[in-house]
């Protein structure tokens, strides 16, 4: 019994040390670029259109409710897709960073570029409005 205490011990300090994924920050300009919408502002109707780019864009990764449990997320490894819906998540992230993320994507992850020009191929508002959304429906 000693052994297999010993041992659980061990799995669980090896896991503590190792280092968690940390996502770059992204570069100044685009920390200090501020959406031009605000979630609390924007109509029903917006929110509704926004979040039709989300579920046609982010769902299949982050999931439905932002939990990061869409259908492929059991496919992809570390990291897993984010959680957005996670207490303080959306509130301690600045809208230039989701921005650049969503944009350019997340190095070393499997979240790839949005923005003009990749295949997924979202505008600069329509990639502002999924942030407005997502700000609306995951900011617990």
């Known amino acids: 019994m000693k052994i297999l205490s010993t041992l659980a011990v ?3 300090l090896t896991f503590l040390a190792v280092p968690a ?3 770059p920050t ?3 300009e685009f920390l200090e670029m501020e959406n031009p919408y605000d ?3 924007v109509e ?3 929110l509704k259109k926004a979040g039709k780019i989300y579920k046609r864009k982010c769902k299949k990764c982050h999931g439905a409710d932002g939990d990061g449990q869409g259908s492929a997320a059991a496919d992809i490894q570390d990291p897993k897709p984010t959680a957005f819906n996670v207490s303080g998540y959306m509130e301690d992230k600045q809208d230039g960073q989701l ?3 969503i ?3 997340s190095p070393d992850t499997e979240m790839n570029n949005f923005g003009p020009g990749s295949d997924v191929n979202l505008s600069e508002d329509e990639i502002w409005r999924v942030i407005t959304f997502m700000r609306s429906a995951f900011t617990k």
Request: zero cysteines.
């Open 10 to 12: 061990m799995g669980l």
């Open 21 to 23: 994924m940390a996502i």
């Open 26 to 28: 992204a570069p100044a």
């Open 39 to 41: 979630p609390e502002d």
């Open 44 to 46: 029903r109707k917006f």
């Open 99 to 101: 921005f650049w993320i």
């Open 103 to 105: 944009r350019d994507g």
